[in-house]
């Protein structure tokens, strides 16, 4: 029976000009093995956002969760979160922003290889407007949740770190065939890729990171989204292989 490769995939981010590295406030991974990915964009007005991103990244590739658990899935994140302690005396504003809690969007993709007919099932669950993007040729196939420029908004839905609430997430399945790109992305690169003007030369990036195995090319696309508005900017791009070796 052929074995089918493992995806091809590079994962790309750079803080807000002007922000280090350690203030990005977006989390974006993959497993080893190519078939689990996600991007969270943590929320500046919520209390050290950046590590609640992380965390929930974290446990999206430890242990996805199903349209029928989620809820139970963030219960289990929520428990195993601690807030980090502020390093000295802090404004009563921010006092109240701890209370409140950290927020992040999620969006979290995972792969299945299939042997009848040969080739690959995908899953993607959403909150929020980080968003999975599914190519094949120079063809969108799907954008997921958000699918026009006009979606997003300053006032996306969030995942939050504390209270009984728990945000309905948005899911998407579907079939991929060999050659095919899947990419995830965090609002500000999403917004670009939805934009007919500038997609072709964000699916080019993408493809020409896959290709060298580097980030650079997209990180100068990702410059040229920063002029236009500066924010933290998130890709994950996987290319499924074209055809299975023969075991």
């Given at each position: 029976m052929?074995?089918?490769r493992p995806p091809e995939w590079v994962c790309v981010t750079a803080p807000k000009r002007g922000n280090r590295e350690d203030e990005n406030e977006d989390a974006a991974r993959g497993t080893a093995d190519g078939l689990r990915f996600v991007v969270s964009?943590?929320?500046?007005?919520g209390w050290e956002s950046r590590p609640w991103a992380a965390r929930l990244a974290e446990a999206f590739l430890a242990r996805p969760p199903g349209p029928t658990d989620f809820a139970e899935w963030l219960r289990g994140v929520r428990a195993s979160w601690a807030a980090p302690e502020p390093a000295g005396p802090v404004p009563w504003y921010a006092s109240v922003k701890r209370e409140q809690g950290s927020?992040?969007?999620l969006a979290g993709l995972e792969l299945r290889r299939s042997q009848n007919?040969?080739?690959w099932a995908w899953r993607?669950?959403?909150v929020g407007d980080s968003c999975l993007f599914h190519v094949r040729g120079d063809e969108v196939r799907a954008a997921f949740p958000v699918d026009t420029p006009a979606g997003f908004g300053s006032r996306p839905?969030?995942?939050p770190s504390t209270g009984p609430a728990c945000p309905e997430p948005e899911w998407l399945a579907g079939r991929a065939e060999p050659g095919d790109l899947l990419l995830l992305a965090t609002d500000a690169v999403a917004a670009r890729l939805l934009a007919p003007a500038a997609r072709d030369v964000g699916l080019a990036a993408a493809r020409a990171a896959l290709a060298a195995r580097?980030?650079?090319v997209v990180l100068s696309w990702f410059r040229a989204i920063q002029d236009a508005h500066n924010d933290d900017v998130s890709l994950?791009?996987?290319r499924l292989p074209e055809a299975p070796e023969v075991a």
């Open positions: 052929p074995a089918i964009d943590g929320a500046s007005e927020f992040a969007t007919p040969v080739g993607a669950v959403a839905r969030l995942v580097a980030p650079d994950i791009a996987v």
